[in-house]
């Protein structure tokens, strides 16, 4: 049968012969010493003890070995050990490659430590053969199982490699259809890379390429807005460009380079310009400036010296420029331009006051029509009665009026007093006839 050393057991006959006794220590100190030091040396390497026909030094060994194999049994998950009984090695194998020590199976006295022996799952001791065999058996199982291992490793790899693969051809594929498949051919080294699919895109933002594409983003989270999707940003420049084309803007407002963007379109999403708020600043500036009459010219370059007619849609398209800011200047040149077109005096803060009460370009056109018909009768009244007490009548109380702003009352009043007047006197007597004044008042809002 197959018997080996059992490791459960320990040798009884400790050693008494250590090679480091105190009288090796101090056998320098007499040659009586250190003769019997050396005695005692050379019987734990050669002096058989008992009747286990090993030397001490041999039994030490032993206890060494099986100490060493109950370690390695107690430790490893994969490995387990025994002690060769013929050499007093350890020996280890991977579990399971022979079956576990019966401790049941009875022991032979005669030997040093007991013997058991190895037994199949029915209780029937092993043969020498038997044992071999089993122990090849399991050997030659490990080794298909670890190629078998490889296999399925290298499957695997190869499996994440067609994933990733595949996921780079989606995003060049998404990419291309805007023409913009380049950005990605950056990141095609990650295919060969433990990279997951979900990394691509990360591995896509960090390129220079992308970033220059998609320049706005970084400004937008500056400002705490969120970063747009290529899909996003991509769809805004096209609504940008084609509102531009339906207004007749120039080319070189809207054309793009060679990888796509548009400098003013940058600017545009990055300050969350949206396709409607860019269609009503053009609007704004073709409808109400530069396709006006003169007169709203001259007041809009009389008023803001800084905006020029060379610039005026440049100034309009500029995010920086709020778009009620310009609306507001622009209503300003509006209101100007009908005082100029009635022949009257006109400036910023008058104009830009009247704006801030509602006053729109037709309401203005259609007021100062009326003040144009009786501001010069009464100012002409207001000069001959002023020593009764009525004061002057000049266009800004023409305009409180005519508007309804501050002042509005006294100013109809004053009005009123001076038609009387003027009737008494032209009419023969007070409220006999139509004065000048009530004519020009007529349709007033």
Request: proline residues 4%.
């Amino acid at each position: 049968m197959a018997r080996i050393y059992d490791p459960y057991d320990d040798y009884t006959t400790p050693s008494s012969f250590l090679p480091e006794d105190s009288a090796v220590k101090n056998a320098a100190k007499s040659p009586t010493a250190t003769k019997a030091a050396q005695a005692t040396e050379d019987a734990y390497y050669t002096q058989p003890v008992g009747i286990t026909g090993k030397t001490q030094a041999q039994l030490d060994a032993l206890a060494n070995a099986r100490e060493t194999a109950a370690t390695i049994r107690g430790a490893s998950t994969t490995m387990t050990s025994r002690v060769d009984p013929a050499t007093g090695k350890v020996i280890t194998t991977p579990k399971g490659t022979v079956l576990p020590v019966n401790p049941a199976n009875p022991v032979t006295p005669n030997k040093p430590g007991g013997v058991t022996t190895y037994t199949a799952t029915d209780g029937t001791p092993f043969t020498d053969a038997q044992a071999y065999a089993t122990y090849q058996a399991s050997l030659n199982a490990g080794a298909t199982n670890k190629a078998l291992m490889a296999q399925q490793a290298k499957a695997a790899e190869e499996a994440r490699l067609q994933d990733r693969q595949s996921a780079y051809d989606l995003l060049y594929n998404e990419f291309s259809k805007y023409g913009l498949g380049t950005l990605v051919e950056g990141i095609k080294d990650l295919i060969q890379k433990n990279v997951s699919p979900s990394e691509f895109a990360i591995a896509l933002q960090n390129t220079d390429a992308y970033k220059q594409r998609f320049a706005a983003n970084q400004d937008r989270i500056k400002q705490g807005l969120r970063a747009l999707t290529p899909a996003e940003y991509i769809g805004l420049e096209d609504q940008y460009q084609n509102i531009m084309r339906n207004y007749g803007l120039p080319s070189s407002y809207y054309s793009k380079d060679t990888m796509g963007t548009q400098a003013g379109f940058n600017k545009f999403i990055a300050n969350d310009v949206s396709a409607a708020e860019l269609e009503d600043r053009i609007a704004t500036a073709q409808k109400r400036v530069i396709n006006a009459d003169v007169n709203v010219k001259d007041a809009l370059r009389q008023f803001y010296p800084d905006i020029t007619d060379a610039d005026i849609l440049a100034y309009t398209l500029d995010p920086s420029n709020a778009l009620e800011n310009i609306k507001r200047k622009v209503t300003a040149a509006e209101i100007g331009g009908a005082a100029l077109g009635q022949g009257l005096g006109t400036n910023v803060n008058r104009a830009e006051e009247l704006a801030k009460y509602g006053i729109t370009k037709a309401q203005a056109q259609q007021g100062y029509g009326q003040i144009g018909e009786f501001l010069p009768t009464a100012e002409k009244l207001g000069d001959i009665y002023s020593k009764q007490g009525l004061g002057a009548y000049d266009q800004s109380t023409a305009e409180s009026e005519v508007f309804g702003t501050a002042g509005a009352a006294e100013a109809a009043r004053k009005r009123k007093k001076l038609t009387q007047l003027e009737q008494a006197q032209f009419g023969g007597q007070a409220g006999t006839s139509q004065s000048a004044l009530d004519r020009g008042r007529q349709g007033s809002f």
